[in-house]
Structure formats: structure tokens, C-alpha cells
């Protein structure tokens, strides 16, 4: 009898974690809307200056930054909220990792055959503004197959895709994380925070928005590891959505006739290889 008390409130306590993480998704997204018509407010122009400044100091350290468009350092000022300094640092290190781990410019798909195989990652449509829609199935992915170098490099992959795939004058894309089926052996935190630090310091302000649906309460034990780990920056970006408010909530971003069809949409995914 203790043990069926232990466990109803344990459930309920998730629930109520749950609907906090989507009250604070709801809130985090007004935030960002807003944030984003206080950056249009501040004008080009300081823009442009601190672009100018940030490459004449970068080019310094390491003349490849010649080779980067002002697009790719605005997203790092704003990564950094437009301190010059703190951007220019976190370029440097991005040029420097992407030697590094990219020689060739590109990972290959024999390098990740393992990952591909579980069909786990797939784009298809764009949003209301024009940007890329991607879904990942988190209940697809198999802690043990392959390593955690091999899901990097499907990461990078993907990320590398999803950029090239950008319409003109796009620069993000809106994720949705498919949660379902997901259980204790699909959980890899190792690979989870791995994931993270590509994103936010390789490709920042590349994700526009992530939805996560179909979530099972069992997750939120692997969110609480992993949400340190998220930034400021990319926390407002995140929203839960319940199952019932499913195909409305993603309707306000996009249009149904670009919603992918396993969410009522009229799309069929495309394995990210084949995109």
C-alpha cells in the first residue's frame, strides 16, 4: 500500500513539474517575441559597427575569419548578447573546433550509419516565416549503438543539413522533439548534453524554436540533469505542449499545409539523408 502511495504521488509530483515546464514555455516564448522587437529597435547601424569591429579583431588571431560572412558574426554577437569581446572569443574557438572535428568540411554518411539506421531525424515544410522545420524522435535513439563520438558527428550532420537547406535570408530553423515511446532505454544524458554544447556554442542562433511533444513523465527525471546545461538564451526558446493542445499549438506557427502529417499536417517526413 506504501509503495502504490509512494509512486501515485511521485506521478502527481511529475504532472505538476510538467505543467510548471509549460506555463514557463508559454511565458518564455511572449519573452522572446518581445526580445526580438527590442533587437529590431536598436537599429543596424550599431549592428553593423560592432560586426566591423568584432571581424578587424578577430582577423587578428586567425586570418580564415576573412572567409566568414557578417550573417555568421551577428549570430555570434547575439549569441553573446552583443558583447564583442565574449563573441570574438566563442568565434575563435568555433573556427578552431571546426578544423578540428570537420577536416574535410563535412561528416560522411558512413561515419554515422549507425544513427541513420534508426530513421530518428527528419525535415520537411517550413513555418509561418519561411524557416525549416526539423523532427527528432527521441524514442527512436539507441543508447547503445555506436559511441558518443559517432552521435556528434550525426549531430554535426544534421546541423550542417539543416543550414545548407535554409531558404534565402533565413537563418534559423524550428525544431519539434518527439517524445513518444520514449523510456529509460532511450535515455542518454552524455549524448543529450553533448548535443546541447554543439548547438548553442557551434551554431548559435541557428534554433528558432524547439517543440517538445509527447512527453512522458518519466523524462522529466532526465530534463532535471539536463536543463543546467541549457543557456539563457536557448531556455526561452523551449516549449512543452500538452497532447490535447498538440495540432492547435503547432498550427499558430505553421501552416497545415507545411505540418508535417503525423501531427494532422499535410506533409510526409523526410529522412534527414534524403533531404
Known amino acids: 500500500m506504501d509503495k502504490e502511495k509512494k509512486l501515485k504521488q511521485t506521478q502527481e509530483e511529475e504532472e505538476m513539474e510538467f505543467k510548471d515546464c509549460e506555463n514557463h514555455s508559454q511565458q518564455a516564448q511572449q519573452e522572446e ?3 526580438e522587437e527590442e533587437k529590431i529597435e536598436i537599429g543596424d547601424e550599431i549592428i553593423r559597427s560592432k560586426i566591423g569591429i568584432m571581424r578587424a579583431l578577430a582577423e587578428r588571431d586567425d586570418p580564415s575569419v576573412k572567409e566568414v560572412d557578417d550573417f555568421m558574426i551577428r549570430r555570434f ?9 565574449k563573441a570574438n572569443t566563442m568565434l575563435l574557438k568555433y573556427l578552431s573546433w571546426r578544423r578540428t572535428f570537420l577536416p574535410k568540411g563535412f561528416v560522411s554518411e558512413s561515419e554515422i550509419s549507425n544513427q541513420l539506421a534508426d530513421n530518428k531525424l527528419c525535415m520537411q515544410g517550413v513555418d509561418k516565416q519561411g524557416r525549416p522545420i526539423v523532427v527528432a524522435f527521441g524514442g527512436r535513439h539507441k543508447p547503445t549503438k555506436g559511441n558518443l563520438e559517432e552521435v556528434k558527428r550525426f549531430v554535426v550532420y544534421g546541423l550542417e543539413k539543416i543550414c545548407a537547406r535554409m531558404p534565402r535570408g533565413q537563418e534559423k530553423f524550428v525544431a519539434i522533439g518527439d517524445l513518444e515511446g520514449w523510456g529509460y532505454s ?3 544524458i552524455r549524448a543529450y548534453v553533448a548535443s546541447l554544447s ?4 557551434c551554431y548559435p542562433e541557428r534554433l ?8 512522458p513523465y518519466i523524462f522529466m527525471t532526465a530534463w532535471k540533469v539536463v536543463y543546467p546545461f541549457i543557456d539563457s538564451r536557448t ?3 523551449i516549449i512543452f505542449v500538452e497532447n490535447k493542445k498538440l ?5 499558430n506557427d505553421i501552416d497545415e499545409s507545411q505540418l508535417p502529417d503525423i501531427y494532422g499536417g499535410k506533409l510526409p517526413l523526410v529522412p534527414i539523408e534524403n533531404c
Open 198 to 201: 554543439i548547438l548553442q556554442d
Open 208 to 215: 528558432a524554436k524547439l517543440f517538445i511533444v509527447h512527453v
Open 186 to 188: 532511450n535515455s542518454d
Open 247 to 251: 495540432k492547435s499549438t503547432l498550427l
Open 77 to 85: 554577437l547575439r549569441a553573446r548578447d552583443l558583447d564583442i569581446e
Open 33 to 35: 517575441e518581445e526580445e
Open 235 to 237: 531556455k526561452k526558446k
